[in-house]
């Protein structure tokens, strides 16, 4: 049987891998600063997550939401503990997508409308609804077409402010990343962070926060919206929570009220994914990597800027993207297949990196000279003799 070819692959396979790196199959070694899209958080194979996962398989890796699974609230506890969010609600599910529909759904239940508002270059997942809403017309299949959506200019107040004055009362929900991810490492400003929240409130339309790559502590902060002071009603989570194990979740504020029925999963919630999840919180607390996240990011941040090729360097803490100029378009192929890092990217000339939030500062140092040895070589390749 052929697999089903819907991904460009780079021709390596990885058999092994350690915090920050990965041994492809001959046993090259490469620094690894994209994290599968984001997703390794505490590094690979961190010992504690390793350990919990095996403990917690050997017990029960799996049972659905038809009988109590205390994990699920000593998970939903400690959430409430590192988030600083302990009086919201949890729902597990598998994937951002996932989060994504399910958090666009109860708003429309809570609220009893239909009108989302999404931002221009959003990526909110696959799935029906998260589909509709990310600002790509390649992926969105004529079943998924609705009439419910609206795109509106990313930080731009005025068009927001324009769009509740004329359809406020139909308004469920606005879902925005508080820095774009596929987009482009876009930041959202703090002002247009702060203006959504009132505008939302005043009109009774929740605030969704896709935290799915610029939360769980990415950011130097638990979710991104911290950073400019903002609560959402919703945050959802995918990526980074798992560290690989697949799980994602929402918070849920606490004005919204369950109903028996209202979300739903076979997998979500499992024995084995909690135990992956409570891993990646108590790594992250042990090791504060919120912090570490920040001062890295501030620090390597500071350190492209330095570089004059590279231009817009921005993000926050270990979400970190810039733009290539022309005679450096094949930075991200010379850095992987030369000086084996891997990196992300965006279209058309963006660089992100997303390493894990543990990632020595020696580390990002070496990455840094080989930048530098890329950046001269492709140059010097491109330099006419007289
Ligand atoms: C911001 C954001 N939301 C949602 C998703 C979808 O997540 P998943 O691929 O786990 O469905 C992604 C994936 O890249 C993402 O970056």
New binding site residues.
């Given amino acids: 049987m052929k697999l089903f070819d819907v991904y460009p692959l780079n021709n390596i396979t990885i058999e092994r891998a350690e915090g920050s790196y990965v041994w492809d199959a001959s046993g090259s070694r490469y620094l690894d600063l994209y994290g599968g899209?984001?997703v390794i958080s505490i590094g690979h194979t961190h010992p504690h997550w390793v350990r919990r996962i095996e403990e917690q398989l050997h017990r029960i890796a799996f049972y659905s939401n038809s009988v109590k699974i205390p994990l699920q609230q000593q998970l939903a506890d400690k959430l409430g503990e590192v988030s600083g969010k302990s009086d919201y609600q949890l729902f597990l599910c598998n994937?951002?997508?996932?989060?994504?529909e399910n958090a666009l759904k109860l708003a429309s239940f809570h609220t009893g409308r239909r009108k989302i508002v999404a931002f221009s270059k959003a990526?909110?997942?696959?799935?029906s609804l998260?589909v509709a809403a990310t600002d790509n017309p390649a992926i969105v299949a004529p079943v998924n077409e609705t009439g419910n959506i609206v795109f509106l200019p990313y930080n731009d107040e005025a068009a927001l402010a324009d769009w509740f004055a004329a359809h406020g009362a139909e308004t469920a929900a606005v879902i925005i990343?508080a820095i774009?991810?596929?987009g482009g490492i876009t930041v959202a400003t703090d002002a247009f962070l702060q203006t959504i929240r009132p505008l939302c409130t005043k009109h009774g339309a929740l605030l969704i926060a896709?935290?799915?790559?610029?939360g769980y502590g990415r950011s130097g902060r638990f979710f991104c919206l911290d950073t400019a002071g903002v609560d959402a009603d919703i945050y959802?989570m995918?990526?980074g929570m798992g560290n690989g194990f697949?799980v994602?979740g929402i918070l849920i504020a606490p004005h919204i009220t369950p109903k028996h029925g209202m979300l739903g999963t076979t997998f979500g919630g499992n024995q084995l994914a909690c135990a992956a999840a409570l891993a990646v919180l108590e790594v992250m607390e042990q090791e504060q990597l919120m912090q570490a996240a920040d001062e890295t990011g501030n620090w390597l941040m500071s350190e492209l800027r330095t570089l004059p090729q590279l231009e817009n360097v921005r993000g926050k803490g270990l979400m970190i993207g810039f733009d290539l100029p022309p005679q450096l378009k094949t930075l991200r192929s010379t850095l992987l297949t030369q000086y084996r890092i891997f990196t992300g990217e965006a279209k058309p000339a963006v660089v992100r990196l997303l390493p894990a939030l543990n990632l020595p500062r020696e580390v990002a140092a070496d990455f840094l000279q080989s930048l530098r040895a890329a950046i001269a070589q492709l140059e010097a390749s491109q330099t006419i003799p007289n």
Avoid at 95 to 100: F, I, K, L, Y
């Fill in positions: 899209h984001a994937s951002g997508a996932e989060a994504n990526f909110h997942g696959r799935t998260a990343e774009q991810g596929v896709d935290e799915v790559q610029c959802s995918a990526k697949p994602g």
